[in-house]
């Protein structure tokens, strides 16, 4: 079964800073996809990015990066240039290619301090 | 407007009340899914459905109720419910079989008194 973890429950960051959240996943998949959620207080689960696994470019999204290792299953996401907006519950998440289900990590607390 | 939407926002019921949480997507999906998120716990996927097929269960109890009537309306229906129930219901859509995340509604906050 495919799992997905994060071991940072809570981060934070000075305002027009850069920060990095991790996660790792384990599968024995060759192709999937990798997502980052952004959920913040108003409950909305946001699509942050997208990584297809079989891409070795790493996805960017405006300020938002990602740093994917598939040799060692990692898939962090950078922030870049911090903003107030940022502050979330962010979700790193696994879908195989054949399959609907998405697999959720715990979850990481991003505060972004003034 | 977020492509989907889920109703009641907010629910307080007792233990031996019937209600049912509605989650409607207008993006033209054809796979909707039930999450549960409780506190310091991961998101709990509950039940998938494609085109209207409830294909995944994943040990949900009895007294929660799926029904799906069509590809674009959802219900979880509930009776009887624990305390340990009140969570964050979440509802989602996707194009199955795509490389697409999923587009989520705004969630149920439910408690159970």
């Known amino acids: 079964a495919q799992t997905v973890t994060q071991s940072q429950p809570e981060m934070s960051v000075q305002e027009a800073e850069t920060v990095t959240l991790s996660c790792t996943y384990d599968?024995?998949?060759?192709?999937?996809?990798l997502f980052w959620y952004k959920q913040p207080p108003s409950r909305q689960m946001i699509l942050v990015i997208r990584?297809?696994?079989?891409?070795?470019q790493n996805a960017t999204e405006n300020r938002f990066s990602v740093n994917f290792q598939k040799a060692a299953k990692s898939f962090s996401l950078k922030i870049s240039d911090s903003q107030l907006g940022d502050a979330a519950m962010y979700f790193c998440?696994?879908?195989?290619?054949?399959?609907?289900?998405?697999?959720f990590g715990e979850g990481t607390q991003l505060t972004v301090n003034p | 407007e977020t492509g989907v939407t889920q109703t009641p926002r907010h629910l307080v019921m007792g233990m031996t009340n019937k209600k049912s949480l509605k989650c409607e997507q207008h993006?033209?999906?054809?796979?909707m899914y039930w999450y549960k998120q409780s506190a310091k716990k991961p998101l709990e996927l509950m039940f998938v459905?494609?085109?209207?097929?409830?294909?995944e269960n994943n040990s949900v109890p009895s007294r929660f109720s799926p029904e799906c009537p069509n590809s674009s309306h959802l219900f979880l229906h509930l009776h009887t419910l624990q305390p340990e129930d009140s969570a964050l219901y979440l509802c989602?859509?996707?194009?199955?079989?795509?490389?697409?995340?999923?587009?989520f509604g705004s969630g149920t906050r439910l408690t159970v008194v």
């Open positions: 989602a859509s996707s194009q199955d079989r795509t490389g697409y995340g999923y587009t």
């Open positions: 599968t024995s998949e060759s192709d999937y996809y």
């Open positions: 990584q297809e696994a079989y891409k070795q």
């Open positions: 998440a696994y879908r195989r290619t054949s399959g609907s289900r998405l697999t």
């Open positions: 993006l033209g999906h054809n796979a």
């Open positions: 459905y494609n085109f209207k097929e409830q294909t």
